[in-house]
T-cell receptor, first 110, second 110 residues
């Protein structure tokens, strides 16, 4: 089955860019998502990309997809303290079959 | 428009007790899901319902049962709770490709 890997922690200074990386194993994954989880809350959809795309930009968020290496990244420009949260990468061949990574805890230093 | 709602928010059970976690969505979504989130494990799919009247096992279904009561509601039942079921439980729904999550139920089994 699909396996999704993320680094567990990332620390950046306020105003810098953050880059959170994710790798997946199943080349048939066509749906790739980034979710944000704040303490004590559910998962909030941030953005997504389909496998026929290489890049997607949405305000401060940029998603890059390297299909050959099965590598997905989320870049947050001008990182703010409100961006401190856990970020989950999810991959799947269909929305019934999403596999989530363990999450990357982003800490923003003022 | 409340999105996905879950009740209760918190619950403490003794080993062997039973309980039902409730989930409802007001987005007219066809598909609904139950996940559990454990530290260091990410999210794991327990059961899902692709449409009203159907349910299917996910990655970790043992010890759980589900009911898709109608299009809006999808409940998760623990017949005989065990300490290994201490977790945060999330319900989600989707119309096509993207899943939207509820705020979660924090369950402790003593």
């Amino acid at each position: 089955g699909e396996d999704v890997e993320q680094s567990l922690f990332l620390s950046v200074r306020e105003g810098d860019s953050s880059v959170i990386n994710c790798t997946y194993t199943d080349s048939s994954s066509t749906y790739l998502y980034w979710y944000k989880q704040e303490p004590g809350a559910g998962l909030q959809l941030l953005t997504y990309i389909f496998s026929n795309m290489d890049m997607k930009q949405d305000q401060r968020l940029t998603v890059l997809l390297n299909k050959k290496d099965k590598h997905l990244s989320l870049r947050i420009a001008d990182t703010q303290t409100g961006d401190s949260a856990i970020y989950f990468c999810a991959a799947g061949a269909g929305s019934y079959q999403l596999t989530f990574g363990k999450g990357t805890k982003l800490s923003v230093i003022p | 428009n409340a999105g996905v709602t879950q009740t209760p928010k918190f619950q403490v059970l003794k080993t062997g007790q039973s309980m039902t976690l409730q989930c409802a969505q007001d987005m007219n979504h066809n598909s609904m899901y139950w996940y559990r989130q454990d530290p260091g494990m990410g999210l794991r799919l327990i059961y899902y319902s692709a449409s009203e009247g159907t349910t299917d096992k996910g990655e970790v279904p043992n010890g759980y049962n589900v009911s898709r009561l109608n299009k809006r509601e999808f409940s998760l039942r623990l017949e005989s709770a065990a300490p290994s079921q201490t977790s945060v439980y999330f319900c989600a729904s989707s119309y096509s490709d993207t899943q939207y999550f509820g705020p979660g139920t924090r369950l402790t089994v003593l």
